[in-house]
T-cell receptor, first 111, second 114 residues
Framework: QKEVEQNSGPLSVPEGAIASLNCTYS??????FFWYRQYSGKSPELIMF????GDKEDGRFTAQLNKASQYVSLLIRDSQPSDSATYLC???????????FGAGTILRVKS | GAGVSQSPSNKVTEKGKDVELRCDPI?????LYWYRQSLGQGLEFLIY????????KSGLPSDRFSAERTGGSVSTLTIQRTQQEDSAVYLC????????????FGPGTRLLVL
């Protein structure tokens, strides 16, 4: 079992729709959860982080964390073609240093 | 302010040669990380520095890989006797150093071993 799992996609949504990206993790000691966006040929850029159970909203983005289910998700409202990218879920363990990444979900927003 | 910088941006080398990759973290960031992203692979952790010390080297794939950090700032990742499987994008990230802090990535060095 991989430590962090994501559906590879591609996930295709029409412009203006809500995109829902999911991630599960295996280490119950995981403390922090990050979503990075990576455009082709570029490095990852931080979208959101979440530490506590529940929802965290930032503009069009909402991160949701459920530690009991070991599940974290990212919702993108009013999806735009510019949101088309690979979304990486990353988790830190109890010591909080290295990030363990999922393989990423490719999102395609069609205009 | 300035972000994480890495050099070179691209490196082509011949199998068996040594290469050095450089990372300049965000000013004031005490933690520095190296990751590798291969075609079709996810991002994998290589090594973590806190100041000049490396408390976690668990991701270095072999003894051909080494890294150092001097002055609590610039870090160099060295790959000796490069192999074709070393071809990847090598990414550096830095953070403020407290546990769970957000890591900010540099643009990466794309290494191709012929």
């Amino acid at each position: 079992q991989k430590e962090v799992e994501q559906n590879s996609g591609p996930l295709s949504v029409p412009e203006g729709a809500i995109a829902s990206l999911n991630c599960t993790y295996s280490d119950r000691g995981s403390q922090s959860f990050f979503w990075y966006r990576q455009y082709s040929g570029k490095s990852p850029e931080l979208i959101m982080f979440i530490y506590s159970n529940g929802d965290k909203e930032d503009g069009r983005f909402t991160a949701q964390l459920n530690k009991a289910s070991q599940y974290v998700s990212l919702l993108i409202r009013d999806s735009q073609p510019s949101d088309s990218a690979t979304y990486l879920c990353a988790v830190t363990g109890i010591w909080g240093n290295k990030l363990v990444f999922g393989a990423g979900t490719i999102l395609r927003v069609k205009s | 302010g300035a972000g994480v910088s890495q050099s070179p941006s691209n490196k082509v080398t011949e199998k068996g040669k040594d290469v050095e990759l450089r990372c300049d973290p965000i000013s004031g960031h005490t933690a520095l990380y190296w990751y590798r992203q291969s075609l079709g692979q996810g991002l994998e952790f290589l090594i973590y520095f806190q100041g000049n010390s490396a408390p976690d080297k668990s991701g270095l794939p072999s003894d051909r890989f080494s890294a150092e950090r001097t002055g609590g700032s610039v870090s160099t990742l060295t790959i000796q006797r490069t192999q074709q499987e070393d071809s990847a994008v090598y990414l550096c990230a830095s953070s403020l150093g407290r546990p769970q802090e957000t890591q900010y990535f540099g643009p990466g060095t794309r290494l191709l071993v012929l």
